[in-house]
Each structure stands twice: as structure tokens, then as C-alpha cells.
């Protein structure tokens, strides 16, 4: 009718079974009018009532939950971009987050660090692992190729290294800002329950008191950005400001970069690279 609102859901719903080739599911039934999935069968993928799968695609029976939303996603075989565009179109907001755990980045990710000759630059995941860095962050901050897996996470190293704690000026107060950004960080990423955290926090809580008080007192930061004064014992004292930025594509990764905070940290970051070169 005129002046109706277009169904966009319907439409997005139809463009999205339309791509898909119905011999790779198993259904055959020979030649087609249309192609792609019929609705009956992407209602029988997402176990779904192919009368309410119907329904949706012409605009009728009101807003799907999200548990039909994401029987859907399943059903026509949806990427996490294309799953978020399904819920705009039928919820008006975004998915929960779902925690997804990384062992690394790509080897594009990789040389993104590498450019970054004079920035130490890290690669952290929601539970503060670092899967990347570049060379300069080894010389300056940490050696993470000479660590196990499981020790390359931040907090572990805050809390669990006598010389991490020793090279950080104020420790105090990076402590409190890195538990309460971890904090923000495991929820933005809807892994506050995941067992991986529950884990983790458990580990610090019972070797770190430290930790175990600020866990305690529920601060939440933002980690967005500011400056490190890191004790080198080659280079002395350095004054790095930090920014974070959120990968794309990836919402689990964080990238943290760190530049010289004036002229004289910037010589003695580049001399302190020099000695250590390869």
C-alpha cells in the first residue's frame, strides 16, 4: 500500500536464502522457479515453523526474538556482519556480545606492527593476552616470543612479575586502570561468565592480594588513552603516551600503540633499539 514502510527485513531475509545453493544443504527437488533456498527449507535449518518464517519475510506477525534471529543466522549461514545487519533490521540494536577466544592475528595484522618501526605496538584480546607485537615492543616492554602461551597475559605479568612491577613508575595506579579496564573490557565482550575468565580471576585473586583487593572494589574503566613512564635498565626512564584502538573486523582485539611523550624519549627509545638490533 502507498506509504507503507518497506519491509527491510523481509527483503535482506529474501536476498540472503536467494544466494544460497540448495544442493550444498542436502535438498534437491530439481529444477527451481526461483533460486536459492525455498522458505520452508530455511525455516527447517533454523527449526523454525516455516508458517512464522514466512511471516517474517512478508513483514507480518510483529518483531522475532532474538533466539529466532539467531536460528536464522544459523540457518543461511550468516557472518557476524551480516548476523548484526539481521538484528538492526529486526531488533533495531546490535547482538549480545559473544566471547570468542584468539590464539593470534594474521599475517596482514602482523606486518600492520611491523611498520611501526619506532612505536612499540601490542595486539591484546578481551582477556588481556597479547597475540602480537612488534620488535620494538619486545626490546621495551616485554619479550613475549620468549614466554609460554599462557604467560604472555598482561595481568598475569602485572601482577606475577617482579620485573614488569619494577619497570612500571607508578605501579599503583597501572594496576587499578589495567583491572578496571580489564573489567570493562570481559563484559563488552560477553565473556564475564566464560570459563576462561572465571579461570583467570580465580588464579589472580589466590596468588596476587593486590589483585584480589581491586577485583573487590568493581572498578570499570576505559582504556582509551594516556602516558606510561616505563624504568628500562638499559635506557633509563621513558615517558610513553599510549592510545587503544579496536581492530575491525575483530571487536575480541584491541591494538595498544606507544609513542615517545617528548624528543628526549624518542633518542633514547632509538638508541635503545639500535643496541638491541637484530
Known sequence: ??????????????????????????????RRRTPGLRREEVASRANISATWYTWLEQGRGGAPSADVLDRIAKGLMLTDPEREHLYMLGLGRLPEARYQPVDGITPRLQRVLDGMVLSPAIIKTAMWDV??????????????AELPREGRNILRLMFGSADVRSRNEDWDSIARFVVGAFRADVARAGATTSAAVTTLV?????????????????????????????????????????????VEGRPELGMIIYNPAAPEDAERLRTLLDVHGD
Open 1 to 30: 500500500m502507498a506509504g507503507e514502510a518497506p519491509n527491510q527485513l523481509g527483503t535482506y531475509l529474501r536476498d540472503r536464502r536467494t544466494r544460497l545453493d540448495p544442493a550444498a544443504f542436502g535438498f534437491g527437488g530439481g
Open 131 to 144: 597475540v602480537g607485537w612488534n620488535r620494538a615492543a619486545a626490546v621495551l616492554l616485554t619479550d613475549y
Open 202 to 246: 580465580a588464579e589472580l585473586c589466590r596468588t596476587s592480594p593486590e589483585f584480589d583487593a581491586l577485583w573487590q572494589d568493581n572498578d570499570v574503566v576505559a582504556y582509551g588513552e594516556g602516558v606510561k613512564r616505563i624504568h628500562h635498565p638499559d635506557a633509563g626512564l621513558l615517558a610513553m603516551e599510549f592510545s587503544s584502538f579496536a
